[in-house]
């Protein structure tokens, strides 16, 4: 087996560890330091690997040729969570961005998207269940959502913030081998949830937090705490028969996994063990450890069986310098330039249009003289009414309507040199802005120039 280690210095480490041997050794395999950023998660699936970081990227490694496969840019944030689906033909992911994709393997291409999986919160666990068709994820919002792969929803959902056992942040995300149960972590309490049931089958309380969990059984389950301390626990059976097995002293179980008779953990520091699950006994026996010199995030094991016995493992990870990312953001096309310029055609038509509009209002002036002649009375109390605001009136100028063509010419928009079809579209805008513009001038005009003509004629009778 080959034990795969994410690290806060950016780099993915590869052990090698043969435990068919009377003395087993851990000896490195590779080293690779393709992210700008430390490691956060790191799946394993047949012979793919797959790693998130803090620069919002996700490596694909593949295994089988010992290269890089894919980088995915799918995500605006730091990848928080990493699943491979039971069958192996999706990768799920999860960020600090709120959203949670569904990449397909080989082709890369990003089959389901929920940009808003915890309400804009951001997704901090995902795990897939054995059958494909279920998941689990774990948000900021404190909210456990149970996702329908098939469909592609979410089936249901579960406020955690009523559980104050919890805490703020919880932790340890994991389905049981068989699927029947999953577990949750708090500050100092385990609890194995049912799905049968949709609630709590026991939980457990402990003597310090629990920071890693991995299934040995479909009962029972490896709990790493921060005191150094390995607890094992059982989901039917009662405290009694729960085992603290020391670790690591005066240091915390940083992660752990386990591995057919084994079981990979590694402190905060940065050693890394090996031990022999004895499960009759309810043992743990250590074969191996290593010193990695780096503080450990996330750990995995590749199971290099599958390779077959002339499998050559190299140094080192070989970078193809010929991938195209998948899942960037499409970048804008280049800006092009706009030349503006100013028609003699468009200019004439303005000058046309502002002579047109001076001789209708001309036309208007006489016919309101005659509908003022047969209502003298009306306008005579209308006058009386407003002599009261006569400061108030503003007299109009004696060109209205070429002092707004003087204007319009000054204050013409620019034309661009578009297409017929297109310049065609603007220029009847540009009629029926003309038209507006004169209705509202219309409003304005009429009533101010009978107010004025009432008011000539009323001191003319004086």
């Known amino acids: 087996m080959e034990i795969i280690v994410g690290t806060y210095e950016n780099f993915l480490l590869g052990y090698k560890v043969d435990i068919k041997v009377d003395k087993p050794s851990i000896v490195q395999s590779f080293a690779d330091r393709s992210h700008s950023g430390s490691i956060r998660c790191v799946a394993v699936k047949d012979q793919w690997i797959a ?16 290269k890089q496969a894919q980088i995915i840019l799918s995500h ?23 959203r949670m994709i569904a990449t397909r393997l080989k082709t890369w291409f990003t089959d389901a998207t929920w940009k808003k999986a915890h309400s804009g919160s951001a997704v901090t666990h995902v795990s897939c269940h054995p059958s494909g068709k279920l998941a689990l994820s774990l948000g900021s919002d404190l ?29 340890c995300l994991t389905w049981s081998p ?20 949709a609630d709590v089958a026991r939980s457990q309380k402990t003597k310090s937090k629990p920071t890693c969990l991995s299934w040995i059984s479909d009962e029972e389950c490896l709990v790493g705490l921060e005191d150094g ?39 905060s520091f940065g050693e890394i063990k090996v031990w022999q699950i004895v499960a009759n006994k309810r043992k743990l026996k250590e074969v191996a450890k290593a010193n990695i010199g780096c503080r450990p995030t996330c750990l995995s094991v590749l199971d290099l069986e599958q390779f077959g016995a002339n499998y050559v493992i190299s140094s080192t990870i070989e970078e193809v310098k010929d991938i195209k990312p998948t899942g960037s953001k ?23 249009n502002s002579k047109s509009d001076h001789e209708e209002e001309s036309d208007e002036e006489e016919v309101t003289e005659g509908e003022e002649e047969e209502n003298d009375n009306d306008s005579a109390a209308e006058v009386s009414d407003d002599d009261e605001n006569e400061d108030d009136v503003e007299e ?10 003087e204007e319009d010419e000054q204050n013409a928009e620019p034309v661009m040199r578009l297409p017929k079809s297109r310049k065609h579209k603007l220029q009847l805008m540009k009629m029926k802005s003309n038209t507006n513009k004169k209705q509202k001038m219309d409003n304005y005009v009429k009533p101010q120039q009978t107010i004025n003509k009432a008011k000539n004629k009323q001191k003319n009778k004086k």
């Open 51 to 66: 790693t998130g970081a803090t620069d919002d990227r996700i490596f694909i490694y593949d295994m089988s040729t010992r």
């Open 76 to 98: 605006d944030g730091t990848i928080n969570s990493l699943a491979f689906t039971p069958d192996g033909t999706h990768l799920l992911s999860a960020g600090d961005d709120g």
């Open 143 to 171: 909210v456990l959502r149970t996702w329908n792969l098939v469909k592609g929803r979410v089936a249901y959902k579960t406020n955690l913030k009523s559980r104050n056992t919890l805490g703020r942040q919880p932790d």
């Open 178 to 197: 068989n699927g029947d149960y999953f577990t949750l972590s708090g500050q100092r309490v385990v609890e194995f949830w049912s799905i049968k049931t």
């Open 229 to 267: 301390k390995i607890l094992w626990l059982n989901v039917n059976k009662e405290e009694d028969n729960d085992i603290e097995i020391p670790a690591y002293m005066y240091v915390r179980v940083k992660v752990m996994q386990s591995f057919k008779n084994n079981l990979i953990t590694a402190s």
């Open 330 to 352: 499409a970048k804008a096309p280049p800006r092009g330039v706009v030349t503006i310029e100013y028609d003699d055609d468009d200019n004439e038509d303005s000058d046309s």
């Open 396 to 405: 109009p100028s004696s060109e209205p309507a070429s002092t707004n063509s």
